[in-house]
């Protein structure tokens, strides 16, 4: 079992930026993919951006250039950059770990953590 603790969600003035954190903990955690899914109100839980064990990145294309997702492997832990942040940004963050050590391969989900742009 993998347990996942989000931080950083707050409000923010439209061009501001925040960072969220997410750490992974538990048995699962050698082989994996961690990153950020995003749900504004009313709508699908939609990807943010994914990265690898490797760093190898993958962007939801109308975040590229904004947004920035790395990670810390000796702390099992993923961030996400978020610069000039537009109210659309609005939503709640979730991260994302999906286990690729241990078939069959599941997916985890952090508790959210509420993004609120103003205008």
């Known amino acids: 079992q993998v347990q996942l603790v989000e931080s950083g969600g707050g409000l923010v003035q439209a061009g501001g930026s925040l960072r969220l954190s997410c750490a992974a903990s538990g048995t699962s955690v050698g082989v994996n993919v961690m990153g950020w899914y995003r749900q504004a109100p009313g709508k699908q839980r939609d990807l943010v951006a994914t990265i690898t064990n490797g760093g190898a990145t993958n962007y939801a294309d109308s975040l590229k250039g904004r947004f920035t997702v790395s990670r810390d492997n000796a702390k099992n832990t993923v961030y996400l950059q978020m610069n000039s942040l537009l109210p659309e940004d609005t939503g709640v963050y979730y991260c994302?770990?999906?286990?690729?050590?241990?078939?069959?391969?599941?997916?985890?989900w952090g508790q959210g953590t509420q993004v609120t742009v103003s205008s």
């Open positions: 994302y770990f999906r286990d690729l050590l241990n078939r069959p391969y599941r997916t985890y």
